[in-house]
């Protein structure tokens, strides 16, 4: 039978409560491991690792990666994108590119 347990975050060190609906959860969906985060750093450490945003295949945007200025080749719209653009090859903006797909 199961019971309501209390696991210690590793990586703030409080603790915090794996209830019996959770561990139903983690039971159903064949997980084998027990949460060893709490919520808020697990939402944390979600965050950072996919940038913040949903997914749908593109990856994160990296702040530190160096931009670069072009004319989307659909719409026209101005833009930037994480790579020097080829004289003759065409650059599409993110809503263009993803309908090109």
Not at 24 to 45: I, L, T
Not at 59 to 78: I, K, L, M, V, Y
Request: hydrophobic share 20%; glycine share 12%.
């Amino acid at each position: 039978m199961l019971q309501d347990k209390y696991i210690t975050c590793r990586d703030c060190g409080s603790e915090f409560l794996f209830s019996v609906s959770e561990q139903e959860f983690y039971a159903e969906k064949g997980f084998e491991n027990e949460p060893a985060r709490c919520p808020s750093c697990r939402q944390a450490r979600k965050q950072g690792r996919n940038g913040g945003g949903g997914g749908g295949g593109f990856r994160p945007r990296d702040n530190n990666r160096q931009q670069f200025p072009a004319t989307c080749a659909a719409c026209g719209r101005e833009t930037t994108v994480p790579f020097e653009p080829t004289a003759g090859k065409p650059v599409y903006c993110r809503d263009c590119f993803q309908q090109r797909r």
